[in-house]
């Protein structure tokens, strides 16, 4: 499961999106471990950036996202993420 969730979470940011922690508990990815999973991919070299974004009621939650040179060169299979 661990491996698909990787695969889901790359797929997902390699398109220029950005995502929460939050986001990641739900569809498609449902992972009760999204901060885990974020975790292990940037173990594996992958150039996981993140922000703080301020929320309209004061709260902050993180922000991650991939930088375009880091989705090029994923797109491009100049870099291997398993």
Do not use: C
């Not at 940011?13 to 901060?35: D, I, W």
């Not at 885990?36 to 992958?46: H, N």
């Amino acid at each position: 499961m661990r491996e698909s969730q990787h695969k889901m979470i790359l797929d997902i940011l390699s398109t220029g999106q950005r995502v929460t922690v939050r986001q990641l508990a739900t569809k498609p990815v449902y992972s009760m471990y999204g901060g885990k999973r974020l975790s292990e991919l940037k173990e594996r070299g992958i150039k996981i950036k993140d922000h703080w974004v301020d929320l309209e009621n004061g709260k902050r939650i993180k922000e991650y996202f991939l930088p375009k040179s880091e989705i090029n060169k994923l797109k491009r299979g100049k870099k291997k993420w398993v």
